[in-house]
Nanobody, 125 residues
Framework: QVQLRESGGGLVQAGDSLKLSCAHSGRGFYDYTMAWFRQAPGKERAFVAAITGTGDTIHYADSVKGRFTIFRDNSKNTVYLQMNSLKPEDTAVYYC??????????????????WGQGTQVTVSS
């Protein structure tokens, strides 16, 4: 049984940093692309970043490029999202997700079949 559990969210001020973690339980973590999505109040869930199993390919949404870094530690079955220079518009519930085997797109929700419960990030101005 695959479970994803996010942690690390909180309330910070604009310009601050925060690191989110997502612990994966179950086998084969290193085989899967992992991603972070976020859902702001009143908006649809949106892609943030994705990283392949080996970590050799990474994608970011334009809105977070240069500020956020996704990385993983396969020995710990954990994927991380380091968020720097946070802005009020980064306020959202952040979810980690595991991509389906054989998927093509990395930025579409439907390509991911396991999701965490989410962690709230609030950035005050």
């Amino acid at each position: 049984q695959v479970q994803l559990r996010e942690s690390g969210g909180g309330l910070v001020q604009a310009g601050d940093s925060l690191k989110l973690s997502c612990a994966h339980s179950g086998r084969g973590f290193y085989d899967y692309t992992m991603a972070w999505f976020r859902q702001a109040p009143g908006k649809e869930r949106a892609f943030v970043a994705a990283i392949t199993g080996t970590g050799d390919t990474i994608h970011y949404a334009d809105s977070v490029k240069g500020r956020f870094t996704i990385f993983r530690d396969n020995s710990k079955n954990t994927v991380y999202l380091q968020m720097n220079s946070l802005k009020p518009e980064d306020t959202a519930v952040y979810y980690c997700a595991r991509r389906r085997t054989g998927s093509y797109y990395y930025h579409l929700e439907k390509e991911y079949n396991y999701w965490g419960q989410g962690t709230q990030v609030t950035v005050s101005s």
